[in-house]
């Protein structure tokens, strides 16, 4: 039997524009370890906006057979040379009901599951068995649909801390999904949590579930509170999901000073404190601004990404990671959406400024079985 | 016997300004792993200027009570507050004769000494034995005057990209004495080298003792050499002097470009390729810009300085990195001075004007001796 069904396409083309489209894909029957998925919910990530939208120009989106096309600015053309001309599917992870599995994946048949490859905004999917999770008991599909790439970034940070010798973290546009998850797992794990969040509403958030530490970048007094906090703390290391500008910068300078507190002698090499800044984020796409001469010269920014920590990580640590999801999806990781949507919906240009615009506490969900 | 002489200081003040100026510095009998050397040669570094001048604006320089004295401007004081009202010798590394040794260090004296340990503008300098290195027969003083820094740097590149797993380097200003000590020891250990220098006179320097990637940062095609240098020699490591603006991202997004012409599926994570960009000197005091979208997710920018590297390196990779300057010292390690002055030369408004430039080709000796 096959299954035929809509799927979100995103392509760049060679004269500067990005389309958005739905195509009708047919699968047919699934391989001894595969099943074929009835996708009933998936997240509207950060990370998914980065494929489906690349660096299209928002404000120049027009309606085009049946689909949305958008200018690429001519400076940002440059990052989409690689994917020009592919059709391609879009959507990290999600959650639904197996409705065909193949001959070693018959346990499956009828279960609900969160999967994670790719693709996800889609009517049926079809996975290796790997890729897929049964849910708990009682779990909805919603409760599923983000299983993976904030639970598992979060638990990533906490390990990556841990892997890297560093006793305390800063996390910037904390507020979000990813930034409570990772507050719960620090409260539960004892790990002192420098929280940065751009409004009075989000630090409420944070306050809420237990946030000791929880700056507000927009106070006249931030850069001051920022070095007590680290001081007092003693982070080394810093999770930023901003990127554009100068935030980082500032959290590195700031763990400089924290650490020049308890110089005994002057070096113009600046102290001994390595300091990281992983970016992970691109909530601001600017270029990266570095005031490094407030650093010292034992310091490290880079990029953070799921995938190659996995690797990194190994089997048994990603093991106990995914473990820990299941056993706490509806209490540490539990995600909150604003607003379902069906897969054409996406394609509404209303519809498509508001999860575009990636305001705090708005998350959207994508229900393709509507 | 106790030794009296003029030593060279630098003062940053509350008031925002820097003073330089002789003082009368006295040194008493050396202990019994000691050595008194009367100091004939003492380079000026970058990293020297670091600490003479600091963030001091030269346009400001003013004659003060036998010294000078400058402003700092004050966006930059936050850098200084560590060393405020301290009177701090200047001056890494150099080279004298030993005129008085401790009882355990009787086979020195008077034998001709390399020497690391700061606080070489001075006419004696008492150290302990380890820190000095007998030279090699026939060697003068200013053949011996460069042999830390330059030299032990250059090879700590070429052990870092070993360590870090990189095949091939990238340089920036690099017909400088260190770059032109880079290039001879990556000819002889067939470590392929992208030299990126800003004007044809310094790209013939390395030409003339064989290099063959040169590349000349103000040419209009210079973008696309770049990334065909990294593409030919598969560097993934870059070390850059300069610091400042958007030359190390250049290089950073020249690798990333190069890793996407071997790429067969498309990734909007990017290339798998690991990118390091290590800052190394500050020839441009502007912050760094990073154009991060255009690296994927796999790459690190960090600070690189020569103690914390043989802190990580070991005792036994310094050795072997020490005994290969001493056998190269004329050859591999030689430096160039363009001009010899004396302590108080170096106060003169105008011979400061002159070396503070940095101009390539140009370095200047002190002789305390004079």
């Known amino acids: 039997?096959?299954?035929?069904?809509?799927?979100?396409?995103?392509?760049?083309?060679?004269?500067?524009?990005?389309?958005?489209?739905?195509?009708?894909?047919?699968?047919?029957?699934?391989?001894?370890?595969?099943?074929?998925?009835?996708?009933?919910?998936?997240?509207?990530?950060?990370?998914?906006?980065?494929?489906?939208?690349?660096?299209?120009?928002?404000?120049?989106?027009?309606?085009?057979?049946?689909?949305?096309?958008?200018?690429?600015?001519?400076?940002?053309?440059?990052?989409?040379?690689?994917?020009?001309?592919?059709?391609?599917?879009?959507?990290?992870?999600?959650?639904?009901?197996?409705?065909?599995?193949?001959?070693?994946?018959?346990?499956?048949?009828?279960?609900?599951?969160?999967?994670?490859?790719?693709g996800m905004y889609t009517q049926f999917r079809k996975l290796k068995t790997r890729d897929v999770v049964p849910l708990p008991e009682g779990a909805s599909a919603a409760d599923g649909a983000s299983m993976f790439v904030n639970p598992l970034t979060a638990l990533g940070f906490v390990e990556t801390m841990r892997m890297e010798g560093h006793k305390a973290i800063v996390h910037t546009a904390a507020a979000s999904n990813l930034g409570q998850m990772l507050q719960k797992i620090c409260l539960a794990d004892g790990v002192p949590l420098v929280n940065v969040v751009r409004s009075e509403e989000q630090a409420a958030i944070l306050r809420d579930i237990g946030a000791t530490h929880v700056l507000n970048s927009k106070d006249a007094d931030f850069r001051q509170r920022l070095t007590d906090a680290i001081a007092a703390t003693e982070a080394t290391i810093a999770?930023?999901?901003?990127?554009?500008?100068?935030?980082?910068?500032?959290?590195?300078?700031?763990?400089?000073?924290?650490?020049?507190?308890?110089?005994?002698?002057?070096?113009?090499?600046?102290?001994?404190?390595?300091?990281?800044?992983?970016?992970?984020?691109?909530?601001?796409?600017?270029?990266?601004?570095?005031?490094r001469l407030a650093f010292g010269?034992?310091?490290?920014?880079?990029?953070?990404?799921?995938?190659?920590?996995?690797?990194?990580?190994?089997?048994?640590?990603?093991?106990?990671?995914?473990?820990?999801?299941?056993?706490?999806?509806t209490t540490t990781f539990a995600s909150r959406y604003t607003r379902t949507i069906g897969l054409a919906e996406a394609l509404d240009p209303e519809v498509l400024r508001a999860y575009e615009r990636k305001a705090t506490g708005e998350k959207y969900l994508i229900d393709p079985s509507r």
Chains 1, 2 share one sequence.
Do not use: C, H
């Not at 990404?305 to 089997?315: H, V, W």
């Open 1 to 118: 039997m096959a299954y035929t069904g809509k799927e979100l396409r995103s392509t760049a083309t060679e004269d500067g524009r990005l389309r958005l489209a739905l195509e009708e894909v047919t699968l047919d029957a699934p391989g001894a370890d595969e099943v074929i998925v009835r996708v009933e919910a998936a997240p509207i990530n950060p990370s998914d906006l980065g494929l489906l939208l690349g660096p299209a120009d928002v404000a120049s989106m027009a309606q085009a057979d049946g689909g949305l096309s958008f200018d690429i600015p001519e400076s940002r053309r440059g990052g989409v040379r690689a994917r020009l001309g592919q059709s391609l599917p879009v959507g990290n992870e999600g959650a639904g009901t197996v409705v065909a599995a193949g001959e070693n994946a018959r346990a499956l048949e009828g279960k609900r599951v969160g999967m994670l490859g790719g």
């Open 297 to 329: 010269f034992q310091w490290s920014v880079g990029g953070w990404l799921l995938t190659p920590f996995m690797q990194k990580a190994g089997g048994e640590v990603v093991g106990r990671m995914r473990q820990r999801v299941v056993d706490e999806l």
């Open 239 to 291: 999770f930023d999901a901003i990127g554009g500008g100068s935030l980082g910068s500032d959290i590195v300078q700031a763990m400089e000073q924290a650490a020049n507190r308890n110089m005994k002698e002057y070096s113009r090499y600046g102290s001994n404190s390595f300091k990281q800044l992983y970016i992970y984020g691109a909530l601001d796409l600017a270029p990266t601004t570095l005031n």
